[in-house]
C-alpha cells in the first residue's frame, strides 16, 4: 500500500488550502482515510477521519467548521479542504488509511503518507 499525498505549502492566515493524497496497491473503497499533522515539537494529532462510504466523518475540535474530508473512490483519492487557516494549523499534514471499518480511532490507521508541510503565516 502506498499514499502519496500532495499540495502543502505556504498561505496566509485566513486563506484556505487543500490537500490531496492518492492511496495505490488496495482498494480503495474498502478503506477507512484520515488526515494527521504533527506541529514542531508536538505529537501527532489526529485531524479527520472519513468511512469507506464516505458517509460518516470525525473531526477534531480545533478544525470543526474550518476544515472539511472528502474521498472520491473512483479516483482512489481522500482530500482535506482547509479553510480559514490559522497559524497553528502550520504542521506537516499525513495522510493514513486503516483497512478496517474505523474511521474516527486515531489507532485504526496502518499505512501512513510521507507527510507534505503546510505552512501558515500571521
Known amino acids: 500500500v502506498q499514499l502519496q499525498a500532495f499540495r502543502g505549502g505556504l498561505v496566509q492566515a485566513g486563506r484556505h488550502m487543500r490537500l490531496s493524497c492518492a492511496l495505490s496497491?488496495?482498494?480503495?473503497?474498502?478503506?477507512?482515510m484520515g488526515w494527521f499533522r504533527q506541529a514542531p515539537g508536538k505529537e501527532r494529532e489526529f485531524v479527520t477521519g472519513?468511512?469507506?462510504?464516505?458517509?460518516?466523518?470525525y473531526y477534531t475540535d480545533s478544525v470543526k467548521g474550518r476544515f472539511t474530508i472528502s474521498r472520491d473512490n473512483a479516483k482512489n483519492t481522500v482530500y482535506l479542504q482547509m479553510n480559514s487557516l490559522k497559524p497553528e494549523d502550520t504542521a506537516v499534514y499525513y495522510c493514513?488509511?486503516?483497512?478496517?471499518?474505523?474511521?474516527?480511532?486515531?489507532?485504526?490507521?496502518?499505512?501512513w503518507g510521507q507527510g507534505t508541510q503546510v505552512t501558515v503565516s500571521s
Open positions: 496497491g488496495r482498494t480503495f473503497s474498502s478503506v477507512a
Open positions: 493514513a488509511a486503516n483497512p478496517g471499518s474505523s474511521y474516527y480511532s486515531a489507532r485504526a490507521f496502518e499505512y
Open positions: 472519513i468511512s469507506w462510504t464516505g458517509n460518516s466523518r
